[in-house]
Each structure stands twice: as C-alpha cells, then as structure tokens.
C-alpha cells in the first residue's frame, strides 16, 4: 500500500498496530520472536504515527500512472482520446460560436429591415397628402 511504502524496506515487513501508533518488526522471522514482539517486544521499537488514508484523486492519479507505466497501450489510448476530446471540445466551441454569430447577425439584419421599413412608412406620412384638383 503507498502509505506504508516508506516503512517497507524488505519482504515480508510485519507491522503492528497498536494504541493508534505503528511499529515494524525488525527481528529474526521465526514464531517466538514474533510472539515476543507482538506482546511486549514492541515497546523497545520506534513507535510511529500511522499514515492517514491517500486521498481519492491521489489514489486515482497514483493508479493512472502505475498503470500507464506498466502498459505503454493504455498511455497511448488514453493520449490519442485526449486528443480527439481536446480537439472536439474546440470544434464544438467553434461551431457555437459561429452559430450564435449568425443569430445575432439575422437579428441585426432584421432591425435594420425593421428601421429602414419605418423610416419609409414615416416619409410617407411626411408627405403632405395632395388633395384631387
């Protein structure tokens, strides 16, 4: 486990827990040594303060690397999809941006009608309306 990595410096590493402090078994590997160190041998070690849980997105970035390290084919499928995201991300950015363009080029275009239709109509009425002779 990465939070314990620094305390493992061989295998097996044997580590016990106890009063929320944790000590590593540093002794010859046979069941009375052992025994000795869990009931009271323990006391003569270095006690350490045991390391809190990873947090999720170091969890998951430790997991990403480890797996990109140990299989070059992930890397690249993960590389090439964030190509084409990065790349399709941009098109549809483009593609709205020119959309709401021509929106807001229709609705210039329909106020400019709308004025110039006003204006006739108001040059009209303007001018003075001759009676029959």
Do not use: C
């Amino acid at each position: 486990m990465k939070r314990f990595e620094q305390f493992i410096t061989q295998f097996p590493t044997i580590m016990l827990f106890r009063d929320q402090k944790m000590y590593v078994f540093t002794g010859e590997e046979n069941a009375e040594t052992m025994v000795k160190f869990a009931r009271s041998g323990y006391k003569t070690t270095p006690a350490h303060k045991v390391p809190g849980e990873l947090p999720f997105w170091q969890r998951l970035a430790s997991g990403l690397v480890s797996s990109f390290a140990n299989n070059p084919k992930v890397l690249l499928i993960a590389s090439v999809t964030s190509i084409i995201a990065l790349v399709g991300s941009a098109l549809y950015e483009t593609y709205t941006d020119r959309k709401k363009l021509r929106a807001r080029e229709e609705r210039i275009s329909a106020a400019r009608e709308a004025a110039a239709a006003a204006r006739a109509l108001a040059g009209d009425a303007a001018q003075p309306v001759k009676k029959d002779e």
